[in-house]
């Protein structure tokens, strides 16, 4: 009866242990505290030792965190200051050596491509500017790509030619800190209102420490991407354009499967999509429809959904990577760092996605060890 009594005892025991942690495993997980302070103090331990104007870095890089709701863990805060060492070494405006020599350049290229006689460029070059200094004197003093910036603006709207010329193309398409790219701050600004009052236009907002950080974080983690926590396909997504590495793999799947020559950049679509002229991956994708059992119409469906998350729930993303690793025996990676040359007339190097996404990594991994 004393035996009994001990079994029940630990079986009673067993039963409220069982029980109770049945109760925790039902209960809703308690919220996320943001802890203010913490976060900061993160931020400032991840930077750069000597720092000009540290306590405004970490106010702008926790404000851009904020607005997100994004986790401010170590590897998320690392990762931004990787990216802005890369871009600008913590500079809000930064100097550009040869500026001048390379605005000439691309003033040269629109000339020839508009067909407009270079002694009438000249004679509107000389032309006196907003600030009474004639356009040609403010681009050779141009130091740094703010100044750029605001020659164009200023010639486009006050020269006539100067529409013809640089109308809503004002060639300094990356800007700030982080280097943002001003389309995306368009696109992304369409989707989510910006925070912050504009103090001119979204564009110049950019060219901010806040805005710049704020659109830089959002184009480097405000995405659901299948990589994750893979920081080096971000590093490479923030070159070459968000799900850039998700997009690579899935091409290289597709070469595979249907034997083409076919490049990795992650574009699945080609810049002029909308002229009607398939691309190459979806020539590839046409060349193999019978066996995606697919139409040509639902390739190209499925292809406009490149830069959103759910391309990889679509039957062509599926179909192409369950044949290609039945063919290979083996499973494919989902993600490829992207195969590009980068091009800009700021660089004078061969340098690419690769290079790039390999620099920032390595800071990252630094910032890390801090």
Known sequence: MRLMGKKARRFALCTLILSWLAGCANRPPAPLVYDAAASRESIDQSLPRKLPDRSGWVSDIDAAFTAEALPASRENICAVVAVIEQESGFQVNPVIPGLPAIAWREIDR???????????????????????????????????????????????????????????????????PMQVNVAFVARYAAARPYPYP?????????????????????????????????????????????????????????????????????????????????GSTELAARAIAARLDLTDDAIHSALLKGK??????????????????????????????????LQSPKITRNLTTAWYAARVDERFRRCLSR
Do not use: W
């Open 198 to 278: 504009i103090k001119t236009t979204l564009a110049d907002e950019a060219f901010t420490r806040r805005g710049s950080v704020y659109f830089g974080v959002a184009h480097l983690l405000a995405y659901a991407a299948p990589y994750e926590n893979r920081y080096e396909f971000r590093f490479a997504d923030y070159n070459a354009g968000q799900y850039a590495s998700r997009n690579a793999a899935f091409q290289s799947a597709l070469r595979s499967l249907s034997g083409l020559a076919l490049g990795l950049d992650g574009a699945l679509l080609p810049r002029d999509a909308d002229t009607g002229h398939p």
């Open 110 to 176: 629109r000339v020839a491509d508009a067909g407009v006689p270079r002694v009438l460029v000249d004679a509107a070059l000389d032309l006196p500017s907003s600030n009474r200094r004639s356009f040609r004197e403010r681009i050779n003093a141009a130091k740094t790509e703010k100044d750029l910036s605001d020659i164009f603006e200023d010639f486009t709207s006050l020269v006539p030619m100067g529409k013809t010329l640089f109308a809503d193309r004002n060639p300094i398409r990356t800007r700030g």
């Open 308 to 341: 959103a998350e759910d391309f990889d729930r679509t039957t062509l993303y599926r179909q192409v990577f369950s044949l290609a690793e039945r063919s290979a025996g083996h499973p494919l990676p989902r993600a490829i760092i992207p195969h590009i040359k």
